[in-house]
C-alpha cells in the first residue's frame, strides 16, 4: 500500500531557507507522478511543484517560482522540496501527493490519489 511522509518542516525567517523531504514507502518513485502542495489558514490548497514519473517534466506555480526546486532520490525512494528566499506568504502546511499521471505531471490537487499528513512551514521574524 502506498504511502507518503513529510517531514522537514519549521519555523524560519523571510529571505531563509527550507528543505521538506517526502519518504515514499509502497511504491516505487518512477511508478508515480509526485506533486507538492500547500494549503494556508482559510485558503484552498494549491500547487507548488510537480515532477513527471521519469523525473524529465516539472512544473512550478507562480507564486514560487525561481524559489524552489524537487530533488529526487530514488535510491532512498524519497522526494525533497528545496525552497530558498522564503516569504511570509509562504507560510502553509505542506504535502507531499502522488498521481497516475503517465506523462508530465499536473498542479491541481485532483489528479492526485495518496496524500502525506503534511509539515508546516512557518515564515517569520
Known amino acids: 500500500q502506498l504511502q507518503v511522509m513529510e517531514s522537514g518542516g519549521g519555523t524560519v525567517q523571510p529571505g531563509g531557507s527550507l528543505t521538506l523531504s517526502c519518504v515514499v514507502s509502497g511504491a516505487q518513485l518512477y511508478d508515480y507522478a509526485w506533486g507538492w502542495f500547500r494549503q494556508a489558514p482559510g485558503k484552498e490548497r494549491e500547487g507548488v511543484y510537480c515532477i513527471s514519473r521519469n523525473g524529465r517534466a516539472t512544473r512550478d506555480s507562480v507564486p514560487v517560482r525561481g524559489r524552489v526546486d524537487v530533488l529526487r532520490d530514488t535510491g532512498a525512494n524519497t522526494l525533497q522540496l528545496q525552497m530558498n528566499n522564503l516569504k511570509s506568504e509562504d507560510t502553509a502546511m505542506y504535502y507531499c501527493?502522488?498521481?497516475?499521471?503517465?506523462?508530465?505531471?499536473?498542479?491541481?490537487?485532483?489528479?492526485?490519489?495518496?496524500w502525506g499528513q503534511g509539515t508546516q512551514v512557518t515564515v517569520s521574524a
Open positions: 501527493a502522488a498521481a497516475r499521471t503517465p506523462v508530465d505531471c499536473s498542479l491541481s490537487t485532483k489528479e492526485y490519489i495518496t
